[in-house]
């Protein structure tokens, strides 16, 4: 895990040095304190000698040094660790190579090697990043499937760490506050690296280390980039419903104006020197013909839709006509309307029993009743 190819191709993903540097100012609110309760404390990184990590905690005034060993030798080494040895052990770039039980293994070897107070720093790639955890993750081989960011963190809350705080490294700084998402950015934009720290008890201790930086909230989760792209659509939503009333309600009064109403024979005779130009006089001249002739007839159905006897006979007088279709083509005929009439009770009763017998009937004295209904009600030649 520590050779120079797996140092080359960590490092083309990860950024220069200087890039790493940048990042891993994020972990010194945590550590830092410790250096009160133990001046030059002693601390273990379970990675090669070279990293921007160790070189930081030097120039703070850690005394930092490191395994240096392959992941088979890992274990083995951390258990020559004397009992309350080191303030801080710290691995990156270990956890994703490792089988998770090999990772439980640190975790409970950790514990045994810190000092009361003391802080573990396991730093992982975080599969909640989709881009990541959809290919990225994987294009450094020997990697083993990833650690979710709850599971490491339930990990030394299981072996029995005082707290535990789980850092979500944030590299996207444009995106805190109230910055606008991109779809983009929901796929991209979760903190790629996530840190578990866990503080072991300060029980027994006179100074116990003050770490506020427990108390705060770090980087960028999924849930949070999709609720607010979320939000940013249902609020472009609102706004376009909000400029969609604004503009109906403009219409509407420009319609109710004085203005629009005495300008509308302006509008109708410019609409209809356009439509003359396009169609052609001939073509305005008929189209005007048939459009007073169905007024015309529309006006005279509707007269007659008052008076259900009349529009019957003339119905009749059309069919012998042969105009029905006609007045039918002019559009829009008015369907005959139901008037409500007064019926006998005793017509009614006789209507009821015709009925009641009809229904006793056989099939074909039904089939013969109805065939003189309709003789009866077929219009004489």
Not at 16 to 27: E, F, I, K, T, V
Not at 88 to 116: C, G, H, M, N, T
Not at 334 to 349: H, M, R
Request: glycine share 4%; aromatic share 8%; charged share 20%.
């Amino acid at each position: 895990m520590h050779d120079d190819f797996y140092r080359a191709i960590q490092a083309r993903f990860e950024g220069s040095a200087d890039a790493q540097r940048q990042r891993l100012l994020g972990y010194l609110p945590f550590v830092y304190p410790l250096l009160h309760t133990y001046p030059q404390a002693p601390v273990l990184d379970l990675n090669d000698g070279a990293s921007p990590w160790l070189r930081l905690l030097g120039e703070v005034g850690f005394a930092a040094t490191s395994l240096n060993v392959h992941a088979p030798e890992l274990l083995t080494q951390l258990a020559q660790h004397p009992d309350q040895s080191q303030a801080i052990v710290s691995a990156f770039r270990l956890v994703e190579y490792l089988p998770f039980d090999d990772v439980r293994q640190v975790v409970q070897e950790s514990l045994r090697i810190l000092k009361p107070g003391g802080l573990l720093l396991l730093e992982a790639p975080n599969p909640e990043n989709i881009v990541l955890g959809a290919g990225g993750y994987y294009a450094i081989p020997n990697r083993q499937p990833p650690v979710m960011p709850e599971l490491l963190e339930f990990v030394p809350h299981y072996y029995g760490y005082a707290r535990t705080k789980l850092v979500r490294r944030l590299d996207r700084l444009q995106l805190c506050g109230e910055a606008p998402v991109q779809l983009l950015n929901v796929l991209n934009a979760v903190s790629p690296a996530y840190a578990v720290i866990a503080q072991k008890s300060t029980d027994g201790m006179s100074q116990a280390p003050v770490i506020p930086a427990f108390t705060h909230d770090y980087g960028l989760k999924l849930e949070t980039l999709t609720e607010r792209f979320d939000q940013q659509i249902q609020q472009i939503k609102a706004d376009a419903a909000a400029t969609e009333l604004k503009l109906e309600t403009a219409i509407k009064e420009l319609e109710d104006s004085l203005l629009w109403k005495l300008s509308r024979p302006i509008r109708w005779a410019d609409n209809q020197g356009k439509r003359l130009a396009d169609e052609g006089v001939g073509e305005r001249i008929s189209a005007f013909k048939e459009k007073f002739t169905r007024m015309i007839v529309q006006r005279v159905l509707r007269l007659f839709a008052a008076k259900p006897a009349l529009q019957r006979f003339c119905h009749k007088v059309s069919n012998k006509l042969g105009l029905t279709h006609y007045f039918v083509s002019l559009g829009r005929v008015v369907e005959p309307k139901i008037v409500p009439v007064e019926v006998d009770p005793a017509v009614l009763s006789e209507a009821q029993r015709v009925q009641a017998r009809l229904t006793t009937l056989s099939p074909e004295a039904v089939q013969i009743a109805a065939e003189l209904q309709r003789q009866k009600e077929a219009p004489k030649s």
